[in-house]
Each structure stands twice: as structure tokens, then as C-alpha cells.
């Protein structure tokens, strides 16, 4: 038996101390190890006794709260591994949770297993990106489109009338890298053709900057070229000439990245950012080039390339007239 002044001492160091036996946390965090394989990565948690714990995300990280738990480990955090692991650490918060925080460059999807002393959260890997895939349509020109091109595109008195052209919708792909859709207006008994040929410039992922209505530029061919647009119909006369119509005009021609092909003639440049293209013999992207996949797409379905004229050079333009 204790005298009563060592009893009275052994009290106040038992009230000083962790909660005493019976309280004793359910479960007890021994280790928290990462693992890169299987790729992305897993994340395991060890412990004795019984946890119980919750898992949630906030932006790119993965919380689990071990309820009930006291963290019984040396090191509280595992450091940046690959290219998805920020950062593993883990905390005591209040006597009885445990707090582990999975950093990770972004949030993938991911699993959590539990099995006798251990949960394993498992990331998984990305599913590959489905390939952007070709696609197009077309049809009459819908009725709004009609009045949004009207006067600036069509009018009275233009060759063709707004029955007798297409639009033309199809994917290409950008100078960004990504898969876009673009619009044409072209003449209806070609729109079908058209649809054959930038399909083919889309498997050769020929780069285009983009594929506006010409209404759009008001109708304007030189807001529409120094925008670097591709663009077809376009109720406007040859450059450079009062009464005559070009096969813009009928539908007929496509002019394809303007700035990179510019049209050229006793040394007027349009559009003008076109001048560091001049020179034709170093290929770049968006460029036409004589059999190249582009140059190809067309003639070999007869259409004639601005870019083998004698007179003047217009390396964006591929026209095919029909009677
Ligand atoms: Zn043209």
C-alpha cells in the first residue's frame, strides 16, 4: 500500500498523461508508404488496431481522416516523386484523428483497398486521350446564315444565288496542336468534294489557323486574309479588278492560310504579315507547297493552284470552276 503523499503524486502524473487505457485510440498509424508501381502510384497506410477513416478531395489533393487513431510514426512526410506525387504528410490533429494529405500534381481517379491493418489508395492512370477524329457535314445554308450574309457576302446580282451554296463543316487541325471545327461556304455541287479534301488535310494534319464565314470579316477579303483566315465563297470581284467576278464569287475557290501563302504580284504582298513567307523553299507549317499533302488534296481532284501561275503568285488559292 502507497503512503498517501506518493498516491496523491501518482494521480497527478496519471491526469497529466494521455488518455489512460480504456480510452486508448482504436488504432494506431505505424507507417505510410509510397509506392510507384503499379504507375501512377499508391499510397499505404499501416496501422494496428481497428481504423476507421473517411476519404475526401479538395482541388488536387487526397485527404483521408483517421478517426480514432493516434499517429505512432517517426516521419511525417514522404517527399515528390514522379510526375503526379507532390507530397505525402500526415499530422496528429486533436488526440484522436489523424489527418493524411496526398499532394498530387492533379487529381486523378483513384481507389482505396482495405485489408487487415492496412489501407492502400491506389491512383490510376490516365486513359489515354481519344485521338480527336474527323468530322464533317454539310447542307443548305440555314436561313440565318442567309441574312447574316446578306449584303456583305451575297447580294443581287451576284452569280450564284443562296440556293446554290453549301455550308461546309469540317474538323482541321490548328496551329495549337488541337482538333477544331471550321465552317465554308462553298458551291453546293462541290461540298461534297470539299468535304473529301479537307478530310485528307486533316489525316495529314496540315495546319490550319482558322476557318471563319467571310460575313464575319463584313465581307471584307482583306480583314479575313491579315486574320489569317481560311475562307471560300465571297461575292467579290478578281483583286485588282472592277467587273470581274472571282470564283470566290461562285463558291468555287478556297483560299487557305493566307498569311503563310500570300498572294503576291510585282511586289505587292496581301496580306502583309505574308512578306516573311516570301521565300518558299523553307517549309513551314501551314505553308502550301507543290505536292505537298495539301497541294495534293486538290489537284489531284482537279482543282488548279494559284501558286503555279506565271502572272502573279497566289499560294492560298485552289479554285475549280464548273460550268
Ligand atoms: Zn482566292
Known amino acids: 500500500m502507497l503512503a498517501p503523499r506518493a498516491t496523491a503524486l501518482l494521480l497527478a ?3 497529466a498523461l494521455p488518455a489512460p487505457a480504456a480510452d486508448e485510440p482504436a488504432c494506431s498509424l505505424t507507417a505510410v508508404l509510397w509506392s510507384g508501381d503499379p504507375a501512377p502510384g499508391s499510397v499505404t497506410i499501416t496501422h494496428s488496431g481497428t481504423a ?3 476519404v475526401s478531395t479538395e482541388q488536387s489533393k487526397l485527404i483521408l481522416k483517421l478517426e480514432a487513431c493516434r499517429d505512432a510514426t517517426q516521419g511525417k512526410k514522404i517527399p515528390g516523386q514522379g510526375t503526379l506525387l507532390r507530397e505525402v504528410r500526415w499530422a496528429q490533429h486533436a488526440d484522436d484523428v489523424v489527418w493524411v494529405v496526398i499532394e498530387l500534381a492533379r487529381m486523378p481517379r483513384y481507389t482505396v483497398h482495405r485489408s ?5 489508395v491506389q491512383l490510376e492512370a490516365d486513359e489515354p ?9 454539310y ?11 446578306t449584303p456583305s457576302a451575297w447580294r443581287e446580282g451576284c452569280p450564284v444565288g443562296l440556293a446554290d451554296l453549301a455550308l461546309v463543316r469540317v474538323s482541321y487541325w490548328g496551329f495549337d496542336g488541337a482538333a477544331h471545327q471550321g465552317e465554308l461556304v462553298v458551291h453546293q455541287k462541290l461540298a461534297v468534294e470539299v468535304l473529301a479534301i479537307f478530310g485528307e488535310l486533316f489525316e495529314a494534319r496540315f495546319p490550319i489557323d482558322k476557318m471563319r464565314r467571310i460575313e464575319l470579316y463584313d465581307g471584307d477579303d482583306g480583314k479575313s486574309m491579315a486574320d489569317n483566315n481560311t475562307s471560300a465563297f ?4 478578281i483583286l485588282g479588278r472592277k467587273n470581274k467576278f472571282s470564283n470566290h464569287a461562285f463558291g468555287m475557290a478556297i483560299d487557305i492560310n493566307p498569311v503563310q501563302n500570300p498572294y503576291v504580284k510585282q511586289g505587292a504582298v496581301e496580306p502583309e504579315q505574308g512578306r516573311e513567307f516570301l ?26 493552284w494559284g501558286g503555279a501561275w506565271r502572272s502573279l503568285k497566289d499560294y492560298q488559292h485552289f479554285e475549280k470552276r464548273l460550268k
Request: glycine share 6%; with cysteine.
Open 279 to 304: 521565300e518558299r523553299a523553307r517549309p513551314r507549317p501551314g505553308m502550301v507547297r507543290k505536292d505537298d499533302a495539301c497541294h495534293q488534296a486538290f489537284v489531284k481532284r482537279g482543282w488548279t
Open 116 to 120: 487487415e491493418g492496412r489501407i492502400a
Open 139 to 149: 447542307g443548305a445554308l440555314p436561313e440565318a446564315m442567309r441574312r447574316a450574309m
Open 234 to 237: 465571297n461575292c467579290r470581284n
Open 52 to 54: 476507421s477513416f473517411q
Open 129 to 137: 486521350a481519344a485521338e480527336p477524329r474527323f468530322e464533317a457535314e
Open 13 to 15: 502524473s496519471l491526469a
